[in-house]
């Protein structure tokens, strides 16, 4: 390679300074790549939680049910526990994806592609999940107003993002304002008939 550089002169020099600057471009683009798809894979395992699939059963349970909330006994504060749960896992995401929005000058690259169809069907649920848990809480406790204005302005930030990425015109109406009605939300949850709240829970005693 000496040698070479030698006879080539001064030109030599060049074409192995660019060959250095070219490899080093490359292991740079790589390395930051495979940085940035770890964030996904965070952001993604968040939701997915053993955590979270605790959180998203007490929700789901009633969303798909469409079952009322008991005011007594513990259920009404374990509901309200999972909702805000689930509201600061969706406000991590947000900005975890602005991060990567912001590291690609708002392009989506092959990280934030792989994010977004990652997270779509979760974020497009949980339009729906959101609006009749909150009203499920309000109605179960009229005089204990839910105070999620923060965070919920956060899911609708990402969920209206997430829409922008989309051409396909169903993705982008699922991730569109709830509307509680069968004929502007597709969810089947509203198609299932309302059910009385379960009985209150109360610690196991011997008879
Ligand atoms: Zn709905
Ligand atoms: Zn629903």
């Not at 600057?21 to 798809?37: E, G, I, K, N, P």
């Not at 406790?141 to 989309?166: C, H, I, M, P, W």
């Amino acid at each position: 390679m000496v040698d070479l550089l030698r006879v080539l002169g001064p030109s030599g020099s060049c074409i192995a300074a660019l060959a250095a600057f070219v490899v080093s471009v490359l292991v740079w683009r790589r390395s930051r790549l495979t940085a940035r798809l770890e964030i996904v894979r965070g952001l993604h395992a968040e939701l997915v939680s053993e955590s979270a699939a605790k959180d998203r059963h007490t929700l789901g349970s009633l969303h798909w049910q469409n079952r009322e909330i008991n005011r007594g006994g513990t259920e009404r504060g374990e509901v309200m526990c999972a909702y805000f749960a689930m509201l600061w896992r969706f406000e991590r995401l947000h900005a975890g994806r602005k991060v990567l929005l912001e590291g690609a000058n708002g392009r989506r690259d092959v990280a934030l592609r792989m994010l977004d169809e990652q997270v779509y069907t979760h974020v497009a649920e949980y339009v729906c999940t959101f609006s009749v848990i909150k009203d499920k809480l309000t109605n179960s406790n009229k005089d204990d107003t839910v105070f999620d204005g923060a965070y919920l302005n956060a899911f609708k930030q990402l969920r209206t993002s997430l829409a922008e990425t989309f051409s396909d015109p169903e993705k982008r109406a699922r991730l569109g304002v709830h509307a509680n009605n069968t004929e502007k939300c597709s969810c089947k949850c509203h198609e299932v008939s309302a059910k009385p709240p379960l009985p209150p829970q109360r610690p196991f005693t011997l008879a």
